[in-house]
Every structure is written in structure tokens, then in C-alpha cells.
């Protein structure tokens, strides 16, 4: 069936460095959608990415939707210790469900 | 109100038990979800409510039963759980029709353990 994979699945980082999180599906995706979940808390909408080769930045937090819509990915810049959490990347499966990527784990040391 | 309230925020039972989790949005939202997840795994969708009547069922077992009294309220009951249930069950609501066009708001979840 549809598979939605995301590597790493775990990385810690010195404070300030930068991460980068990958996202694949299986499938041609209509739209990503990004969600982060805090140690201890549930899932927070961050962004929808709709087109192909669409990139949209939050501050320090800069996504992109590939070419061919199957892979998308999140990068942070010059992390804190406030991006630290889960980051799930999320697309449809077939028309009617939204089907959550394997996530990936963020690590930040101060 | 841009919230999705969910209770208990714990909850531990037995596998005679029965027991309700609920969850309520005052966002206007038309859809609503229950969502299982085991730790450091994503969610895992089990329902999904639209207009108040449940468009999806992923298969699940049916120790767990849904309810959609009204177009805010969602509940799922428990009964006969197995230890195996033990989880973070996350209620969410999104705008219209449940399509996964929708982004999700989702509430603070109720940790289960079954004993």
C-alpha cells in the first residue's frame, strides 16, 4: 500500500546548527502537509504545499514540495532548542485520508 | 476559539471496563477524527466524521464505537480493551468535508493504558 517514509527517523544537533528533514511517498501526492509535535503534546498544523516545486518559508523554517510531488522536505536554520520535537510530514492516500509520513525525531543541545 | 478540548487527559482501565473519551471543537468544523498513536510512531487514523455521520471506518475493532451526537461532540467508547489498546488516542476536526486537502487541529489527546 501507500507508504509515506521520512529519514532520519532520529537527529540530534548542537543548537544553531541546521536540520534537514526528508519526506517520500510511495505515490504522486496532491498536496503535503507539515506537522510538529512537541515532547509530551499532539500534532501542530505548520503548512500546507500544494504545487510542484513549491517552496514557502516560515522564519527560520523552509519548505519545499518536489518536482514530480512524491518527496517534500523541511529544513531549520540555525536551530533552538525550541524547534525540538517530532516533525511528521502527511499526504493524502488515495482522495479520502490523510496518511502521516514515519516522522522524525529532533534533538536539540544547547 | 481555535481549540480542540479533549477528556479525560488520562486514563487508566481494566479490560472488563467501559469507559468514554470525548472531545469537543466550537470552530464551526464540520469534520471530525479519532487518531490512535503509539509512542515515538505517527498517528493512525481509526475514524472519520463528516457532517456528523462516519465516512470512514480504517477496520477497527469493534471494542471501540464511535458517536457523533452533534456537529461539536465526538465521542469513542471503550469496552473490552486489551492491553495492546494502550496509546495516545488524538481527537482532531478540519473545516469542511474531511477531505485530506483540510489541515487538522487536534487536541491534547487522552493517554490510555489498559491493565
Known amino acids: 500500500g501507500q507508504q509515506v517514509m521520512q529519514i532520519p527517523q532520529y537527529q540530534h544537533v548542537q543548537e544553531g546548527e541546521d536540520f534537514t528533514t526528508y519526506c517520500n511517498s510511495s505515490t504522486t501526492l496532491s498536496n503535503i502537509q507539515w506537522y510538529k509535535q512537541r515532547p509530551g503534546g499532539h500534532p501542530v498544523f505548520l503548512i500546507q504545499?500544494?504545487?510542484?516545486?513549491e517552496v514557502k518559508k516560515q522564519k527560520r523554517l523552509t519548505f519545499q514540495f518536489g518536482e514530480a510531488k512524491k518527496n517534500s522536505s523541511l529544513h531549520i536554520t540555525a536551530t533552538q532548542t525550541t524547534d525540538v520535537g517530532t516533525y511528521f510530514c502527511a499526504g493524502p492516500r488515495n482522495t479520502d485520508k490523510l496518511i502521516f509520513g514515519t516522522g522524525t525525531r529532533l534533538q536539540v543541545f544547547p | 476559539d481555535t481549540e480542540v478540548t479533549q477528556t479525560p487527559k488520562h486514563l487508566v482501565m481494566g479490560m472488563t471496563n467501559k469507559k468514554s473519551l470525548k472531545c469537543e471543537q466550537h470552530m464551526g468544523h464540520r469534520a471530525m477524527y479519532w487518531y490512535k498513536q503509539k509512542a515515538k510512531k505517527p498517528p493512525e487514523l481509526m475514524f472519520v466524521y463528516s457532517y456528523e455521520k462516519l465516512s470512514i471506518n480504517e477496520s477497527v475493532p469493534s471494542r471501540f464505537s464511535p458517536e457523533c451526537p452533534n456537529s461539536s461532540l465526538l465521542n469513542l467508547h471503550l469496552h473490552a480493551l486489551q492491553p495492546e489498546d494502550s496509546a495516545l488516542y488524538l481527537c482532531?476536526?478540519?473545516?469542511?468535508?474531511?477531505?485530506?486537502?483540510?489541515?487538522?487541529?487536534f487536541g491534547s489527546g487522552t493517554q490510555l493504558s489498559v491493565l
Open positions: 482532531a476536526s478540519s473545516q469542511v468535508s474531511g477531505t485530506p486537502e483540510e489541515k487538522l487541529f
Open positions: 504545499l500544494v504545487k510542484s516545486g
